[in-house]
């Protein structure tokens, strides 16, 4: 039983990162001098700030599925939907910082707050260490949202 909660872990832990490491590989291959070009709002906060608030919000991420993975009443397709929202998760950034899309981006951005939401709802009735786990994602992900939407109209 423990192995297989250390494999699970692992496992999830590989896959949720992945997203932070591609996600990461796009931002450092294509955010300069693009980002730093752009107009920002004030509420933009330091640069430095996105690499531990993210990498915070990746390991509780991991900590939310592996939770909810060893719950008695786990449903699959609640496992579907957060590796489809890992997904849209990536995409953001390769959007975003990739292709130089803002719009898109704030469209997929909506698209992945709607999942988080789906996810948020369905752990909440299996496993409430999951559900809490997840909020300050969905917090984050808002906020990113408010500053998504201010890089488009101001550019």
């Not at 591609?22 to 509420?43: H, R, T």
């Not at 993210?54 to 993975?69: D, K, P, Q, S």
């Not at 898109?104 to 999942?115: E, K, N, P, T």
Request: aromatic content about 24%; overall charge positive.
């Amino acid at each position: 039983m423990l192995k297989n909660k250390f494999l699970s872990f692992i496992l999830f832990f590989v896959i949720t990162f992945s997203a932070s490491f591609i996600g990461g590989l796009a931002s450092i291959s294509f955010k300069e001098p693009w980002y730093s070009q752009l107009v920002k709002s004030n509420y933009n906060p330091p640069d430095w700030i996105f690499a531990p608030v993210w990498t915070t919000l990746y390991l509780m991420m991991t900590l939310a599925i592996w939770f909810y993975w060893h719950t008695k009443n786990r449903d699959m397709n609640t496992v579907y939907i957060y590796f489809i929202h890992i997904v849209f998760n990536t995409t953001w950034s390769i959007v975003f910082f990739g292709l130089h899309q803002i719009f898109f981006a704030l469209v997929i951005l909506i698209i992945l707050i709607l999942l988080i939401i789906t996810l948020i709802i369905r752990f909440k009735r299996v496993n409430f260490v999951s559900y809490y786990l997840m909020i300050p994602y969905l917090l984050w992900c808002c906020y990113a949202l408010f500053l998504n939407f201010n890089l488009f109209i101001l550019n």
